[in-house]
């Protein structure tokens, strides 16, 4: 069973940046789809990215396209997000995911779609 633990949130000011890490505790991490998940308060646990096993191929929801970027280090175990030119929207709780195994990449927006999840870091963006 894949243990997963996000570091890297906090209070930033719109405009700055942050970057999110999440470390795997099995060496099977690279046996997944990894993705980032948010959720604001009152809303949805909501996608934002993901890349594959290799690290070749990523995807983003269309808010973060351009801002955001996912990669992997797989000799670390760790997968990581940069959030640059942040705004209040931005901020939410944010999750690390890695999938199934058994789902097309088309559907892995889908947060049941993955099967570990970390414990979530605070991402704070004040106006």
């Known amino acids: 069973q894949v243990q997963l633990v996000e570091s890297g949130g906090g209070l930033v000011q719109a405009g700055g940046s942050l970057r999110l890490s999440c470390a795997a505790s099995?060496?099977?991490?690279?046996?997944?789809?990894m993705a980032w998940f948010r959720q604001a308060p009152g809303k949805e646990r909501a996608f934002v990215a993901r890349i594959t096993q290799s690290g070749a191929t990523t995807a983003y929801t269309d808010s973060v396209r351009g801002r955001f970027t996912i990669s992997r280090n797989s000799a670390e175990d760790t997968v990581y997000l940069q959030m640059n030119n942040l705004t209040p929207e931005d901020t939410a709780v944010y999750y690390c995911a890695a999938d199934r195994g058994t789902s097309a990449w088309s559907t892995l927006t889908d947060a049941s779609r993955y099967a570990y999840w970390g414990q979530g870091t605070q991402v704070t963006v004040s106006s």
């Open positions: 099995e060496r099977t991490f690279g046996w997944h789809v």
